[in-house]
């Protein structure tokens, strides 16, 4: 089974500070992993994806995550937080060997920047 | 996210009402989805389609059903609302000749069913 975990429904930081959203993932082959962000009344923006290669991907807006396959984790992270990246953040995952190609969502880390 | 539109954006119904929320998309992608959206639960899979005749059922089908009129536009309908179907509604789309299968996501219905 594929699942996606995000264990902080809540993650404050002070504007200025790094900040980091975690994300664990289970599936039954290698993952392809994705970062979106919601913000208020709008839909969901793609930030980030893993496919292969390097474990540290960069992302939309100065966001990284780093794939770490041992721990099976892929966090969110921004050496410097905004008080505009205060949004809800998923993470997903979807099995590179499924042609389903549907995407596992996490349910969702609620990130507050305050100045 | 204009290249996925989503209608209406906010609707109010009765129990009992049928409901139809529509989606279009003009990235030219063939897989579209549905998903509803409540709080802390994150985001459910409804239905999901790969092309015109080809229409599955996600982890949360049950009161739901589905039309997809062209590649371009993929409906959900609720055929008799209850309240325990307000919540939040996305419609997606992806293009697995990308590769990675990136969902590109419309601006959501907000349903309320009274």
């Known amino acids: 089974a594929q699942s996606v975990a995000q264990p902080e429904d809540q993650v404050n930081v002070a504007e200025g500070n790094p900040l980091t959203v975690k994300c664990t993932y289970s599936v039954s082959g290698n993952p392809y992993l994705f970062w979106y962000v919601q913000y208020p009344n709008r839909g969901l923006q793609f930030l980030l994806k893993y496919i292969t290669g390097d474990n540290l991907v960069k992302g939309s807006y100065g966001f990284e995550a780093e794939f770490n396959k041992s721990q099976t984790s892929f966090h969110l992270k921004k050496p410097s937080a905004l008080v505009s990246d205060s949004a809800l953040y998923f993470c997903a995952v979807r099995d590179r060997g499924s042609t389903l190609g549907r995407l596992y969502f996490g349910r969702g880390t609620q990130l507050t920047v305050w100045p | 996210d204009a290249d996925v539109t989503q209608t209406p954006r906010n609707r109010i119904t009765k129990t009992g009402k049928r409901i139809m929320l529509e989606c279009s998309q003009t990235?030219?992608?063939?897989?579209m989805y549905w998903y509803r959206q409540d709080p802390g639960l994150g985001l459910r899979l409804i239905y999901y389609?790969?092309?015109?005749?080809?229409?599955n059922k996600g982890e949360i089908s049950d009161g739901y059903s589905v039309s997809r009129q062209a590649q371009a536009k993929f409906s959900l309908s609720l055929e008799s609302a209850i309240p325990n179907q307000t919540a939040l509604y996305f419609c997606?789309?992806?293009?697995?000749?990308?590769?990675?299968?990136?969902?590109?996501f419309g601006p959501g219905t907000r349903l309320t069913v009274t």
């Open positions: 389609s790969f092309d015109v005749k080809d229409i």
């Open positions: 997606a789309t992806s293009d697995p000749l990308a590769g990675a299968y990136e969902q590109y």
């Open positions: 990235k030219g992608h063939d897989r």
